[in-house]
C-alpha cells in the first residue's frame, strides 16, 4: 500500500527531472497497422548486451498491441519535433497520418528526423505498479547531432533555443538575472521603492555572477528549489544592462515572508504595479500557465519574439 497521498505532488516531483521525449513504435502483429506512443519514460538499461526500457501504462490503449508485439523502436525526437510528441500524446485515431516514415528490418516504423533511434526485439516485460516494463534487446541503432527535444516540469524545452538566447546576451554590457517564482498556483513577487518586481539580481559584469547572486537573493527569501528553463531574455541598450529571466517552481515557500515580499495569486496580480517589461512577463506567464505552453522570449522592452518550446 502506497505511503503517498498527494498524487499530484508526486506527479509534480517527478517532473522536475529532466528527461528526452521519445515516441516508441511497433507494427500490430494481428492486423499489420502501425502504433506508437509518447513516451519519456525511457532509458538506457546495459552496453553488454545491448538493452533498453521503456514503460506504457496499463490502462493505455495500446496496451494490448504491445503485450503480443514481437519487438519495438523507440525514436528519440529532435527540437523541431514537437507536434509529433503531441499527436502521439493524443487520443486521434490514426496518428501516422501524413508522418515521414520507414519500417526497420525488425518491421517497426522508424521517424525521419528524429535526432536517435534504436530497433529492439523483445527480451522481457513485466507488469510493475499500474505500468508495464518493457525491456528491448538493441538490434540496430542510428544516432545524429540533431537537437533533441526536451521535457520537464510539464513544458518541453529546447536545448538549441536557450543557448541561443543565453549566446545573445551580449557580454559587453551587465546582466541581471531574474526569477519568476512559482508556487501552488501563486507568484513570488517583492515591493521595492514603490514599485513590485520579481527577485532579481543586481547587475553583474558576467550571466554566471548574476546566476549565482539570484541564487543567494532566492535562498534569502527562504525559497527551495532549482533555478529552472530561461523564459525570457531582454536586451537593454539604453542603460548597457541585459537581464535573463528564469522559471523557478519552488519546492517551498516559508509561511512568514520577509518584509516587501509576498505570494499573489496569478489571477490577483496587477500588472500595472510593475515596470513595463516586466509587466509582460508575467502576463505572458499568467497566460502560459492557463495553457500549460510556454515559450521563450527574446528582444527589448518594446519589440521581441516569443519562440515556444
Known amino acids: ?38 513516451a519519456n519514460s525511457f532509458t538506457s538499461l546495459s552496453l553488454e548486451p545491448p538493452l533498453v526500457l521503456v514503460c506504457l501504462g496499463r490502462d493505455a490503449n495500446l496496451y494490448e ?12 525526437l529532435s527540437a523541431s519535433q514537437r507536434e509529433i510528441s503531441n499527436n502521439f500524446a493524443s487520443p486521434i485515431e490514426d496518428r501516422f497520418a501524413g508522418l515521414d516514415q520507414t519500417l526497420s528490418a525488425l518491421q517497426n516504423p522508424i521517424i525521419a528526423g528524429a535526432t536517435a533511434w534504436f530497433d529492439c526485439q523483445f527480451e522481457r516485460r513485466f507488469v510493475a505498479g499500474d505500468h508495464m516494463v518493457m525491456i528491448g ?25 536557450e543557448k541561443q538566447a543565453l549566446d545573445a546576451v551580449s557580454s559587453d554590457n551587465l546582466i541581471r538575472a531574474g526569477a519568476v517564482v512559482e508556487y501552488q498556483g501563486k507568484l513570488l513577487l517583492q515591493n521595492g521603492a514603490g514599485r513590485w518586481t520579481v527577485p532579481s539580481s543586481t547587475p553583474k559584469n558576467s550571466a554566471a555572477e548574476a ?5 543567494q537573493r532566492l535562498d534569502g527569501l527562504g525559497v527551495t528549489g532549482e533555478i529552472g528553463w530561461l523564459y525570457a531574455v531582454e536586451q537593454e541598450s539604453r542603460h548597457q544592462c541585459n537581464s535573463m529571466y528564469f522559471h523557478v517552481l519552488a519546492a517551498g515557500v516559508p509561511e512568514s515572508l520577509p518584509a516587501g515580499a509576498e505570494l499573489v495569486p496569478m489571477q490577483e ?24 505552453r510556454f515559450g521563450i522570449y527574446f528582444g527589448t522592452e518594446e519589440v521581441g519574439n516569443v519562440a515556444m518550446r
Open 269 to 292: 496580480i496587477d500588472f500595472t504595479c510593475f515596470n513595463p517589461f516586466e509587466s509582460g512577463i508575467l502576463e505572458r506567464y499568467v497566460r502560459e500557465h492557463e495553457r500549460g
Open 211 to 215: 546566476m549565482t547572486d539570484l541564487k
Open 137 to 161: 534487446a538493441v538490434q540496430d541503432f542510428f544516432g545524429s547531432d540533431r537537437p533533441s527535444l526536451g521535457y520537464a516540469r510539464g513544458s518541453y524545452f529546447n536545448e538549441r533555443l
Open 1 to 38: 500500500m502506497s505511503k503517498i497521498c498527494d498524487q499530484k505532488a508526486f506527479r509534480r516531483a517527478l517532473g522536475m527531472f529532466m528527461t528526452g521525449v521519445t515516441v516508441v513504435t511497433t507494427t500490430d502483429p494481428e492486423i499489420k497497422i502501425p502504433a506508437g506512443f509518447t
Open 65 to 76: 498491441v504491445f503485450e503480443r508485439a514481437s519487438g519495438f523502436a523507440v525514436n528519440i
